[in-house]
């Protein structure tokens, strides 16, 4: 037998062969078939029958016996190419019609995990660590699949074999981690191949076992349920008694089920030899010593808190089968959300799963001077033992050398802190065997990796590592405070590691005393700070990457009291266009001082923010700053212009609307108008309450953004967002001597008033709108103020009168002269009300007719809708029924195909209305049922007021007495919180329903 240069083939997993480093061309998958097959008979001889069954089967071709013959031939020649010459074959040999493959055990994987399973079991009894060690060896062989790309009977049925084999070697390592108490990294192991094989009970025993060791005993329990739940479902059987036995121990908190620590203990160092020791040869090379196994990880935390999931995850992720590549898995996440912990944690738990050592590299991928791969390779090179003669200079040979040096171990590489993709790529192992953690602030997208971000903690998990580090008594005593403090960390693991620090160091101050020192955002970074725990030097070590453009993008971006903002914000904001500012933003994931929830959304976490506003104070003066704000109002103001044109074609306001060369987002049609006030509602509106307090210089804009949103707000139905800005904006105007801005903004500001029901206090706005207009001479404006104008009068005076009518009549004549026809409509409408409730239908009709046939000459079909509705409750009076069901129903098309949920809610009650009147009392119900509920959700109390009274009359009819006098009695509670005096008719069809049941009307204070 030729011994010269050492074979080596793998069948657990791909099909490969060497010859010393050379790898082996081993042809066609039948080829590797027959190899297979010779080499699994472990020198015994294969006939020609079995190699033939084996390829083929039953259904062999006719040629197959000469095939076999020619595979053969071909083996012979691959191992040995000069057999011919030199006296026939020694390895692959004929044994008459039989051919046996004679190699040494080592050269067969299977072979060797054989032999180290055997070794471990005579271990096993008085060294379980170095057994546990040797299993780890054997299930580590397994890389992948067994047999991968092979086909045929003997393939199929030698690949089951050898995966159930692979099964119960992990289960003998298992059975071992647990005796020696390494559960942690167990679970994940065994959730995995559960995951892969669910019907295997003593898996999912072994599971049970696992996580009662790791204290999680609920989580044992829901094994077995779910065991017994799969069993009978896929096999209609019980589990097997033993995991019913052990679902009872659990359940008694067995102690016996727990490892005797005694047996993880540290292995002890070997006994001397007994005799004489050999004395050394007198003219020999001292042999240095092996180089030790490298240990590098630093120590685990002691109180490591929260992540269990994800740890399990990562940990499972990296002690898979092995496939074709290296398992990786990259951790990224902004300074401080504890990506190096979670790393060592993670390699802790897969220790004993990496005999081989693990290596360590600092890459201090966030200092000003990255570690240069070149000179890190040549540190993990010496720590795997190449002296420093043999370490090369070339950076390419230092990465084939340490490449090769990592071939055959099981080794886990932790690179932490790494710059990019780059920075590591030359220090990757390149054979699956090994296992690599990275940790980045930035996202390593480029790399084929298990990729997490890691977001600060979740509250529940902050709450847990400010209690195991201050005591869970002193939580609990002041839960409030700490569930507060955590929050004002952000729920940044460093924050409250730093905070609880400081608390433990001041014996005698509470929570509630940290919460107060925290509670200045302008000195709360200057608290986070504990030895050498410093949030604020962590963010800078990211911020000093940036360069000069990037810096000044991270200061200006955190301006905005946004949660998050958009690309387009951002180009306005930073004065540059959409692509360099994607550019910018990108580096600033990149440095993990950005994130992007979602395609073209940034957002900043909250201690990040006042890190950026704090440099912002230093280093940008006061004119930059508000240069920058009035560059974003810029912005606003084109884009509320370009929706005010989508929303209401025509209407003349938009012409007030100057934004000057500023350009904004443009929209095709009023739905993605409304859609982009949707997304960018809050920030809008807290940008310019922002802007008037922090930059009175600017309130112009303001104003003129704030009256442009006024149909974004109308169909948001957003207008108690707009009083505290109303009222901040017009006292701004009026103090910087503006009065067309303040008079505008009082103009909005007294319309929500009056949508909320709140109209003696939009009176006084609206008086001083009108003065303002016309001292002035803001025609525009005044007309608008009007309207909003007879609308407040009437809802003071108790409903529509005469007055009303002759206010809005006057209104729409006043748009009509200043040319606005989208203002002359929308006054129509109004007035066609204001006729319907005064009993005057035809005025009804012939006002609500005019304002249809404006709205629609203007391609305007929210205004066309709420004509229709004028139009249907003019026709309703004059008794045409149906002509009034059928613009109510095209109303409510329209409105549910705008999305305008007020008008839905509006139309809703005037069918049920209808409906009552014909009188169809369960229709009635159906739709006013309906209306209250749109009402109630968008907030529209006068709506939901005026839907439960008719709920209440038609339920009334029904004969459901005490529901509508619930309802009835909800309707008057409504309107007298709004101070209205419509609610006088659900008054009188209470008190109609007099009886026992009814309780007295008791007026409510009314809201100021």
Not at 444 to 460: I, N, R
């Amino acid at each position: 037998m030729s011994t010269d240069v050492p074979f080596t083939f793998t069948l657990l997993g791909t099909v490969r062969g060497w010859r010393g480093t050379e790898e082996l061309s081993l042809a066609g998958p039948q080829q590797r078939t027959a190899l297979a097959m010779l080499l699994l008979a472990g020198g015994q001889p294969v006939t020609m029958e079995e190699l033939v069954g084996g390829l083929w089967g039953p259904d062999s071709p006719r040629a197959g016996t000469t095939t076999v013959r020619t595979y053969v031939s071909r083996i012979r020649t691959l191992l040995e190419p000069e057999h011919r010459r030199t006296g026939g074959p020694t390895l692959l040999v004929s044994a008459g019609s039989s051919y046996a493959l004679r190699l040494p055990a080592s050269a067969l994987d299977v072979t060797l995990a054989e032999q180290e399973s055997a070794a471990a079991e005579k271990r096993r009894a008085h060294d379980p660590r170095q057994a546990q060690i040797l299993l780890s060896r054997a299930v580590g062989r397994w890389r992948g699949a067994p047999l991968t790309g092979l086909s045929g009977p003997f393939a199929e049925v030698w690949r089951e074999r050898l995966a159930q084999r692979r099964l119960s070697l992990l289960e003998a390592r298992i059975e071992l981690d647990l005796e020696l108490g390494d559960a942690r990294p167990a679970v994940a192991e065994l959730t995995s191949a559960i995951a892969r094989d669910p019907l295997r009970e003593s898996l999912r025993l072994l599971l049970m076992r696992a996580l009662y060791q790791c204290g999680r005993q609920a989580e044992a329990l829901e094994v077995y349920a779910d065991t017994r739940s799969v069993l009978v479902r896929e096999l209609g059987i019980d589990p097997d008694p033993r995991l019913s036995e052990l679902y009872e121990r659990i359940l008694r908190s067995d102690p016996e089920l727990l490892p005797d620590r005694a047996g993880s203990a540290p292995e002890p160092a070997p006994s001397p030899r007994s005799g004489p020791a050999p004395a050394p040869a007198a003219v020999a090379t001292p042999t240095p010593a092996p180089a030790p196994t490298p240990a590098q990880l630093p120590a685990d935390i002691a109180d490591f808190t929260g992540r269990e999931r994800l740890a399990d995850g990562l940990a499972a992720a990296l002690d898979a089968p092995a496939g074709p590549a290296v398992p990786i898995v990259a951790i990224s996440g902004m300074g401080g959300t504890g990506k190096t912990a979670l790393a060592v944690h993670v390699a802790h738990r897969l220790r004993a799963r990496f005999p081989g050592g693990q290596l360590f590299v600092d890459l201090a991928g966030v200092t000003d001077r990255p570690a240069d791969p070149h000179t890190v390779l040549g540190h993990l090179l010496r720590s795997l033992g190449v002296p420093e003669a043999g370490v090369p200079e070339d950076l390419d040979a230092r990465a084939a050398l340490y490449r090769t040096m990592l071939a055959e171990q099981r080794m886990l590489v932790v690179l932490d802190n790494a710059a990019g993709t780059e920075q590591i790529r030359q220090l990757l192992p390149g054979y699956p065997c090994c296992a690599v953690i990275v940790t980045s602030r930035a996202r390593l997208a480029a790399m084929p990796a298990h990729s997490v971000d890691l977001d600060p903690f979740d509250p529940g998990e902050a709450l847990e590592l400010l209690a195991s580090i201050v005591g869970r008594e002193r939580v609990a005593a002041e839960a409030e405070a700490a569930r507060e403090l955590v929050a004002v960390c952000g729920h940044l693991p460093l924050a409250v590691r730093i905070i609880a620090a400081r608390i433990v160091a001041r014996p005698g101050s509470g929570i509630a005393d940290s919460l107060r020192q925290l509670s200045d955002e302008r000195r709360r970074l200057d608290q986070l700070r504990s030895g050498e725990l410093d949030v604020q030097a962590c963010f800078r070590l990211g911020y000093d990457q940036l360069g000069p453009e990037a810096a000044r993008a991270f200061r200006l971006l955190a301006l905005p009291e946004s949660e998050t903002v958009s690309l387009a914000f951002a180009a306005a904001l930073l004065d540059i266009d959409e692509f360099d500012a994607e550019r910018l933003l990108d580096d600033l994931i990149h440095t993990g001082l950005l994130q992007s929830p979602r395609l073209g959304r940034y957002r900043y976490h909250d201690l990040l923010r006042l890190f950026a506003r704090g440099l912002c104070a230093e280093t940008d003066t006061e004119e930059r700053i508000t240069a920058a704000l009035s560059r974003l109002l810029d912005f606003l103001l084109a884009t509320v212009r370009d929706a005010y044109r989508a929303v209401r074609p025509g209407h003349l306001i938009a012409s007030l609307l100057d934004a000057g060369p500023a350009s904004g987002a443009e929209f095709p049609d009023a739905r993605s108008a409304h859609d982009w006030f949707e997304r960018e509602r809050d920030g809008v509106l807290r940008l310019l309450l922002q802007t008037v307090r922090r930059a009175p210089g600017l309130v112009g804009q303001a104003a003129d953004v704030l009256l442009g949103l006024d149909p974004l707000l109308e169909r948001a139905y957003a207008w108690a967002d707009m009083v505290e800005l109303g009222d901040a904006v017009a006292s701004a105007a009026r103090g910087a001597g503006l009065p067309r801005a303040e008079a505008a903004t009082r103009y909005m500001l007294a319309g929500a008033l009056w949508q909320l029901g709140r109209s003696a206090e939009a009176a006084g706005h609206i008086e001083r709108a009108i003065l303002l207009c016309r001292e002035h001479e803001h025609p525009l404006v005044l007309a608008e103020v009007m309207l909003v104008n007879a609308l407040i009068t009437a809802a003071r005076d108790g409903g529509h009168d005469r007055r009303t009518v002759e206010l809005l009549c006057e209104t729409a004549e006043f748009q009509r002269r200043v040319g606005n026809p989208s203002g002359e409509a929308n006054a129509l409408g109004s007035l066609a009300f204001a006729y319907t409730a005064v009993g005057e239908p035809e005025g009804a009709i012939r006002a609500s007719t005019e304002s249809i046939r404006l709205y629609r000459e203007l391609g305007d079909r929210m205004g066309e809708a709420q004509a229709l509705v004028m139009r249907g409750g003019a026709l309703g009076l004059a008794g045409d029924t149906d002509a009034a069901t059928a613009c109510y129903t095209r109303s409510l098309a329209l409105s549910r195909e705008l999305g305008t949920r007020f008008l839905e809610a509006g139309t809703l009650y005037r069918i049920a209305e209808i409906r009552l009147a014909r009188p169809d009392a369960a229709g009635a119900v159906a739709a006013a049922e309906e209306a209250r509920a749109v009402s109630h959700e968008i907030g529209m109390l006068r709506f939901e007021a005026r839907a439960l009274a008719t709920l209440g009359r038609a339920l009334a009819v029904l004969g459901r007495r005490e529901s509508a006098r619930d309802r009835l009695g909800e309707s008057v509670a409504i309107y007298h919180r709004l101070g209205l005096a419509e609610g006088a008719g659900a008054e009188k069809a209470l008190a109609e329903l007099a009886g026992p049941a009814i309780a007295p009307v008791v007026p409510l204070v009314r809201e100021g």
